[in-house]
């Protein structure tokens, strides 16, 4: 079974630049989540879906980052325009919830570089 | 919310020698305590997990320990190898849904 796909693997732009990433969940996973990691440090939630629905976006910055989650399978995360701090690796990570709890499987990551 | 702390941040041992990692939570409803491992440019992988109703689960040369009164758990590896060498992360979740997770631990295992 595929694991968590995500697109590109590497990404390197000029601040003020837009960029976007991309996800493709585990099948049959109705959790998506997009995570931020910084360099030395664990992930950090940016959003959280549950089928179509943002359920937790609470830690996205609205004014530069936007995703979505057409039909509740895949998802993508914009950033526009991009500043140096943006710099980190973004994972997409997804789960299956269920009655006895919840297991998260992450993707290989994105890594972006803002220069 | 939930505070997670992992320490050490660093640790090196020889080859065959036993590794500890401990964290500790500080939301007694967690209940959810998943150990991941992350190899230089790729994503974390789980490796091991438990759940608040057990003390301790083991798969092979990993362990995990939980101790709810004390609000800390630890991943205890035996017979190191260099092949463990990567980042060890923790995390706590109260309910399955939003993820907390430590700083992680730098293993590196000597040969």
């Known amino acids: 079974e595929a694991g968590v796909v995500q697109s590109p693997r590497y990404k390197i732009i000029e601040k003020k630049q837009p960029v976007a990433f991309w996800c493709n969940p585990i099948s049959g996973h109705n959790t998506l989540y997009w995570y931020r990691q910084n360099l030395g440090q664990g992930p950090e939630l940016l959003i959280r879906?549950?089928?179509?629905?943002?359920?937790?976006d609470s830690q996205l910055p609205k004014d530069r980052f936007s995703a979505e989650r057409l039909k509740g399978v895949d998802s993508t995360l914009k950033i526009q325009p991009a500043e140096l701090g943006d710099s980190a690796v973004y994972l997409c990570a997804s789960s299956l919830l269920t009655g006895s709890g919840n297991t998260i499987y992450f993707g290989e990551g994105s890594w972006l570089t803002v220069v | 919310g939930e505070n997670v702390e992992q320490h050490p941040s660093t640790l090196s041992v020889q080859e065959g020698d036993s590794a500890v990692i401990k964290c500790t939570y500080s939301?007694?409803?967690?209940?959810?305590f998943p150990w991941y491992k992350q190899e230089l440019g790729k994503g974390p992988q789980l490796i091991i997990d438990?759940?608040?109703?057990?003390g301790e689960k083991k798969d092979q040369r990993i362990a995990v320990t939980l101790n709810k009164t004390a609000k800390h758990f630890s991943l205890h590896i035996t017979e190191t190898q260099p092949e463990d060498s990567a980042v060890y992360f923790c995390?706590?979740?109260?309910?399955?849904?939003?993820?907390?997770f430590g700083t992680g631990t730098s293993l590196t295992v000597i040969p």
């Open positions: 939301d007694s409803a967690s209940n959810y």
């Open positions: 438990i759940r608040s109703n057990v």
């Open positions: 879906y549950e089928n179509e629905e943002a359920v937790d």
């Open positions: 995390a706590a979740s109260v309910t399955g849904n939003q993820f907390y």
